[in-house]
């Protein structure tokens, strides 16, 4: 140091660690301090500044009382980047660490965490803007916890966690290692998630909440992530879900969305449906209630026959527009798609495969009614359906139009079914329509698919009301290709009306009348 005219250059005192420095009885105003280490057998110091104690307020962190000189204070300086070492993390993975970390936080800069750190609290993201950023999630910068505790929750604008990893041990964990609540908009960024096996946990993973579990007009994405044994669970409008593999595993769900969430879009990921040992499980992805307009594309739902997952997709009671394109969907022992009450869906481009153990028989797509909510209009075009029953198992029909009493607009068209595998066990028809789901006056089409030998129709599938003309049906005449030869088999259990029924392009037609059935008259047109 020393004296340049008028103004005294800073004095640069090196001392040993921080507990040392604040005994020293030789600082004075605007010196300096470089400490080796915070404290002993911890990790960096930095450079501190003397200050006068009556200009800021000491925390015990980044602003430390002089207790050899009392009217002075030590205040960490820092640059564009809050170091968590430099707040007295250990980052051994066994000290806590967390009030350290939480006092980077608190600079409002971004911090950055490059070793495997132990917490026992949430860390609370609170300024605008801030980014927590690891060195990558192969385990070199963690925030890991054994206790039952959100890892990071921000109530602020434009949270962004990146490049790190988020472990928790609890055997019984309940609540998600992110939260984002509050905020205009919160990105995890290349983060890997991880929780432990248990059947009947529910916690791990992302939420996205406004507080109050509707629409909060705000949004967030999650991009390149991995989350294993937890859920990406959006209770808020505009979230993206891009270029991450989402494993629920042992979580009942991998992605889920109830209620009024708008504009969800799920891009380019893998997402694992819950094993079958998990506690109310769902499915890969769970879409129910008011949402409006998700869009799915480009997913795969890669379900695992070895721990003998379900279904990859459920979307129920009053979603509405619902567009799932391309991808790859895997089907083991459940439904691999499931369109449920809901309006406006569009399937297409995707390719689905029907893998079932022995004693079932599940379908890969199942379009039904079972809430207040009709199904309207669904759109199941242009995607190849494969079934790939194991030996020993036994294929349910690729399609089936299930049970329900409001029901409309349904078109099956331009599809490819195809039969694969070493199981045989296959169903006795590819399409399957129960419960008049194809009456006229449901508008319903079927029509331009291929690889389709037989459609059964079960009870009510031809029942027309009083006035109806016909109902058509349209399949491949593919005798060439096929090893046996296409069939339409209408089961009519009542015949008190006249019914009218034309079939296209059908080598063959089977129609069974219960010796029960009234009297009537049936009108079948074919064109061969």
């Not at 250990?90 to 911090?111: M, R």
């Not at 379908?363 to 030996?391: C, H, W, Y």
């Not at 595998?421 to 006056?441: C, H, K, M, T």
Request: glycine fraction near 12%; charged fraction near 15%; charge should be negative.
């Amino acid at each position: 140091g020393g004296i340049d005219g008028d103004i005294r250059r800073e004095f640069v005192h090196n001392e040993p660690t921080l507990a040392v420095a604040i005994t020293s009885t030789l600082f004075r105003e605007n010196d300096a301090i470089n400490l080796r280490e915070r404290t002993t057998g911890n990790g960096g110091g930095a450079m501190w500044d003397v200050v006068l104690s009556s200009s800021v307020t000491e925390n015990g962190y980044n602003i430390v009382q002089c207790t050899g000189v009392p009217t002075l204070s030590l205040v960490l300086r820092v640059g564009d980047a809050a170091i968590v070492e430099q707040f007295g993390a250990i980052g051994n993975n066994i000290a806590d660490d967390t009030l350290a970390i939480q006092a980077a936080v608190d600079t409002g800069l971004e911090v950055h965490l490059s070793k495997q750190y132990n917490i026992t609290s949430p860390i609370l993201v609170t300024t605008s803007s801030q980014t927590l950023k690891g060195t990558g999630w192969g385990g070199t910068s963690a925030l890991n916890s054994a206790l039952d505790i959100e890892h990071v929750i921000s109530t602020a604008d434009w949270t962004t966690i990146k490049d790190l990893q988020l472990d928790n041990t609890s055997a019984s964990m309940s609540k998600r290692h992110i939260h984002i609540s509050g905020g205009a908009f919160g990105t995890v960024d290349t983060c890997r998630i991880q929780a432990t096996e248990n059947f009947t946990a529910i916690g791990g993973g992302i939420l996205f909440d406004d507080g109050s579990g509707g629409v909060g007009g705000i949004a967030g994405k999650v991009i390149g992530c991995n989350v294993n044994h937890g859920t990406v669970e959006v209770k808020r409008s505009d979230v993206h879900v891009l270029d991450s593999w989402i494993w629920a595993n042992s979580r009942p769900v991998g992605i889920q969305a109830i209620g009024a969430v708008g504009n969800l879009k799920i891009q380019n990921c893998d997402v694992v449906p819950p094993q079958t040992l998990v506690t109310n499980r769902k499915a890969a992805i769970y879409l129910s209630g008011s949402l409006t307009i998700p869009v799915l594309n480009n997913v795969n739902f890669d379900g695992n026959l070895s721990l003998s997952t379900g279904s990859g997709l459920l979307a129920e009671d009053g979603v509405l527009g619902l567009s799932v394109t391309g991808g790859n969907g895997f089907g083991h022992n459940e439904d691999c798609i499931i369109l449920d009450s809901i309006i406006n869906p569009i399937v297409t481009g995707v390719t689905m495969y029907n893998n079932n153990l022995a004693g079932d028989a599940s379908t890969d797509i199942t379009l039904r009614q079972s809430f207040a909510q009709p199904l309207e209009k669904p759109n199941i075009s242009s995607n190849a359906f494969i079934q790939t029953a194991v030996i020993g198992g036994t294929t349910g029909p690729a399609i089936r139009v299930d049970t329900g009493t409001s029901r409309s607009g349904i078109k099956i068209i331009y599809n490819s079914i195809h039969q694969a595998g070493a199981g045989g066990g296959y169903s006795d028809e590819e399409i399957e329509l129960v419960d008049g789901a194809f009456s006229s006056n449901s508008a319903g089409v079927l029509t331009g698919n291929t690889g389709v030998r037989r459609v059964s129709m079960g009870a009510g599938s031809a029942t027309f009301t009083a006035g109806d003309t016909f109902k058509v049906i349209t399949l491949p005449k593919s005798l060439l290709q096929l090893p046996r030869i296409d069939q339409v088999h209408v089961n009519m259990e009542s015949i008190s009306l006249a019914y009218r029924v034309q079939i296209v392009a059908v080598n063959s037609i089977l129609i069974g009348f219960p010796s029960a059935a009234g009297g009537g008259t049936v009108h079948i047109s074919v064109a061969l």
